[in-house]
Structure formats: C-alpha cells, structure tokens
C-alpha cells in the first residue's frame, strides 16, 4: 500500500482531498449543531442537501 501511494501520489491526492474536505464538513456540522436549536439545524442541514442535490441535477445535465 505505501508503495502505491508513493509511485501514484497523484491518485493519492485525488482520494486524500475530497476525504479531508469531508472531514471538516462533518466536524464543523458538529459544531453547528451544539451552537444551534435542534429543529433549526435540521432544517438548514435539509435545506444544504436539497440544495446539493438540485446542483448535482442541474450541472449534470448541462455538462453531459
């Protein structure tokens, strides 16, 4: 395994930075959630998805 990260760093970096990206995401939704009333966070947390979702949507169908 570190022999193909080391000869691939390339790859590596593909996979290692949408990971970290990830990760912050999720520490900080902890964050927002002891700062934040329960139903509010849900909500914008639903609201992100949606949002997400139509993006996904939308450029999918314009870049194909």
Do not use: C, E, H, W
Not at 5 to 17: A, E, R, Y
Not at 27 to 45: H, I, K, P, T
């Amino acid at each position: 395994m570190l022999q193909n990260i080391l000869m691939q760093p390339i790859d590596f970096l593909k996979i290692s930075v949408p990971a970290v990206i990830y990760m912050v995401q999720n520490n900080l939704l902890y964050v927002a959630l002891s700062n934040l009333d329960a139903a509010f966070f849900q909500v914008v947390n639903r609201l992100f998805s949606d949002f997400s979702g139509f993006n996904y949507i939308f450029f999918a169908t314009t870049l194909s």
